[in-house]
């Protein structure tokens, strides 16, 4: 897996309990920032494929229609 560097400004005390996780963990502090942006990624993800579940998809062109644009393009 390919990684890059970057920069954040948190506050202190986030900091600080970054550091106690790595500590208490035994693990990095960029493993911990890894894991809680993969878990928010992952409670976005949830999110939007809970509310596209719920779209109506009434308004798709016919099969006929369906042609017709293809046949212009």
């Not at 560097?5 to 035994?26: C, D, F, G, Y």
């Not at 911990?32 to 579940?53: F, G, P, V």
């Amino acid at each position: 897996m390919k990684t890059a560097r970057i920069s954040a400004l948190l506050p202190s005390s986030l900091v600080i309990e970054i550091k106690k996780a790595s500590v208490k963990e035994n693990t990095t502090q960029s493993d911990i920032i890894k894991q809680a942006l993969k878990d928010w990624l992952k409670k976005r993800l949830n999110e939007d494929t809970k509310a596209l579940s719920k779209m109506a998809f009434d308004d798709l062109p016919s099969e006929d229609q369906w042609n017709a644009i293809q046949a212009a393009i």
